[in-house]
């Protein structure tokens, strides 16, 4: 999924006001990675290695919003799948995602209820493992 797939799905989502705070950071890392980009290309010698710097530098930024954009698409979708949940919707649960990996924190009133949300987590599309940090109430 590109990008630009990847921000109208966000828009789409429930989470619009996140998808928002997502395009604005795409677009001030896009900026700098242009004046970046912009900026040594004109203080270059011609050296090839330069460019070829500047290209890796711009791939692994690319890949780190990439990574941003796909956490935050799954930190959504586990939040959603909570939500729907009638044993969970009334319990504040934090979830946070970083590569994949979904964290899991806050109060439950019982195992049921822990072992409920970790269930769900790890079943959305995109979880690559479930850390659960998340504390009986007692």
Known sequence: M???DQIRHLLS??????????IVALSLSSLSM???AEDKALNADGD??????????????KERVQT???D???????KSELFKDEILKSIDISVETHKGQVIL?????????????????????GVQ???NALVIKG
């Open 13 to 22: 989502s429930r989470f619009s006001s996140l998808a928002v705070l997502t």
């Open 129 to 131: 493992s479930v850390k």
């Open 105 to 125: 924190s806050g109060f439950v009133e019982n195992g049921e209820q822990l072992l409920r949300a970790v269930h769900i987590a790890s079943g959305v599309d």
């Open 68 to 70: 941003y954009l796909q």
């Open 72 to 78: 935050t698409q799954v930190t959504a979708k586990v």
């Open 2 to 4: 590109s990008i630009a």
């Open 48 to 61: 090839i290695v330069n460019t070829e710097a500047i290209k890796a530098k711009s791939q692994l930024h």
């Open 34 to 36: 242009v004046v970046y």
